[in-house]
C-alpha cells in the first residue's frame, strides 16, 4: 500500500491528515513485522498500514472498533489493542484490553493514553515507565 493509498482510506475512515501522516511514520513495515514473527518475538507497536487497513475493512478482532469510534493501530506486548479515537478525541490514542474488547461498549473498555500517536509511540519505545498494557495503563491514567 502507498502513502497515499493509505492517505485516502484514512480520510475515508475519519481520521484527519496530521494523525494519518503520524500513523505512516510511525507504522512498521511488513518486513519489519515479518522478521519479528519469524524471530518469534514481539512485533513493532504500530502495525503495517495493510494490516490497520485490513483489519478496520474487514472487522478482523469482531469488536467493531469503527462502530465505537475507534481504528486499531498496532498492540502491546500482550495482546491489548492500541487505537486511535476517530469520534470523541480525534487523534488521541487509547489502549484496549484484549479480553474486554468484545465487551459493550468499547469505549468503556478502553483507557486513553495520550493526546497524539508520534508522543505514544515515542513514550512506547524510550520510556520505560510507560505502560506496557492495558491494565498498566488503567492503573497510571485511570479509567
Known amino acids: 500500500m502507498t502513502n497515499?493509498?493509505?492517505?485516502d482510506w484514512a480520510t475515508r475512515n475519519g481520521l484527519?491528515?496530521?494523525?494519518?501522516n503520524a500513523i505512516i511514520d510511525c507504522a512498521a513495515t511488513p518486513e519489519e513485522a515479518k522478521a519479528a514473527f519469524?524471530?518469534?518475538e514481539p512485533g513493532p507497536p504500530i502495525y503495517p498500514l495493510d494490516n490497520i487497513c485490513g483489519l478496520h475493512d474487514?472487522?478482523?478482532?469482531g469488536a467493531s472498533?469503527?462502530?465505537h469510534g475507534f481504528i486499531f493501530i498496532g498492540y502491546c506486548p500482550n495482546g491489548d489493542q492500541i487505537a486511535v479515537d476517530i469520534g470523541d478525541d480525534c487523534g488521541s490514542i487509547w489502549y484496549i484490553g484484549h479480553e474486554t474488547m468484545h465487551a459493550e461498549p468499547l469505549r468503556q473498555n478502553?483507557?486513553?493514553?495520550?493526546?497524539?500517536?508520534?508522543?505514544?509511540?515515542?513514550?512506547i519505545t524510550t520510556d520505560f515507565d510507560f505502560p506496557r498494557d492495558f491494565y498498566d495503563a488503567?492503573?497510571?491514567?485511570g479509567g
Open 58 to 61: 474487514t472487522d478482523g478482532y
Open 4 to 7: 497515499t493509498d493509505f492517505k
Open 110 to 123: 478502553a483507557v486513553r493514553v495520550g493526546d497524539d500517536l508520534r508522543s505514544v509511540h515515542k513514550s
Open 16 to 20: 484527519d491528515a496530521e494523525t494519518a
Open 138 to 141: 488503567k492503573k497510571q491514567f
Open 38 to 40: 519469524d524471530a518469534m
Open 65 to 67: 472498533p469503527g462502530k
